[in-house]
């Protein structure tokens, strides 16, 4: 499995765009780069998913450059409600859906 | 739709004793997984429920068990309580053709004194 390298943590304000950037430079042809956000005592829940270029869902975008070693997931205009934990998965999802997780990014957005 | 449910909430244990968590998955998913998260650190992958049998398993000793039921609902065991046990243990459904989405639940909260 590709490991992922992402900042502890990272600070902003209220109206914001929030960049979180994620290396994985061992990534194989057939990992696909997932994203999941964390609440304190609660479960991870999927933000969003992608393979390459870009993606865009109705709460994140995903940019993934052409040589897929790292991935960057664009949170736009930033509520204090998106103070959370963010992990950068990268997997086939071919063995069983096993999520492997790392430490992930601690955001905290300030009013 | 319901989502993935856990239970119980919270426990607490003692070294030595055995517990049991319980989960129902998201309506229409087949497979359960499950994971440990301590505190400050990011889930960590347990094993894996599809059609009754454990598909996958990670790096957790033998006292880890579990179970699913016809109804695709889990249950994981863990024996012989260690304080290193102590943790949020998170339950997560999904389809087996589905790649890299998995629904959890809130967790189970365990402390082991």
């Known amino acids: 499995l590709a490991k992922t390298t992402q900042p502890i943590s990272m600070d902003s304000y209220e109206g914001q765009e929030v960049n979180i950037t994620c290396s994985h430079n061992?990534?194989?042809?057939?990992?696909?780069i997932t994203w999941y956000q964390q609440f304190p005592s609660q479960g991870p829940r999927f933000i969003i998913q992608?393979?390459?270029t870009k993606v865009t869902n109705e709460v994140a975008s995903l940019f993934i450059p052409a040589d897929r070693k790292s991935s960057t997931l664009s949170l736009p205009r930033v509520s204090l409600s998106d103070t959370a934990v963010y992990y950068c998965?990268?997997?086939?999802?071919?063995?069983?859906?096993?999520?492997?997780f790392g430490g992930g990014t601690r955001v905290l957005v300030k009013p | 739709d319901a989502g993935v449910t856990q239970s119980p909430t919270h426990l607490i244990k003692t070294r030595g004793q055995q517990v049991t968590l319980r989960c129902s998955p998201k309506?229409?998913?087949?497979?359960v997984s499950w994971y440990q998260q301590a505190l400050g650190q990011g889930p960590q992958f347990i094993f894996q429920?599809?059609?009754?049998?454990?598909?996958q398993r990670g790096n957790f000793p033998d006292r880890f068990s579990g179970h699913q039921f016809p109804n695709y609902s889990s249950e994981l065991n863990v024996n012989a309580l260690l304080l290193g046990d102590s943790a949020l243990y998170l339950c997560?459904?999904?389809?087996?053709?589905?790649?890299?989405?998995?629904?959890f639940g809130p967790g189970t909260r365990l402390t082991v004194t």
């Open positions: 997560a459904s999904s389809l087996v053709s589905a790649r890299g989405e998995q629904y």
């Open positions: 061992n990534i194989a042809t057939n990992d696909y």
């Open positions: 992608g393979y390459k």
């Open positions: 998965l990268v997997g086939d999802g071919a063995a069983g859906n096993k999520l492997t």
């Open positions: 309506s229409g998913h087949d497979t």
């Open positions: 429920y599809y059609e009754e049998e454990e598909r």
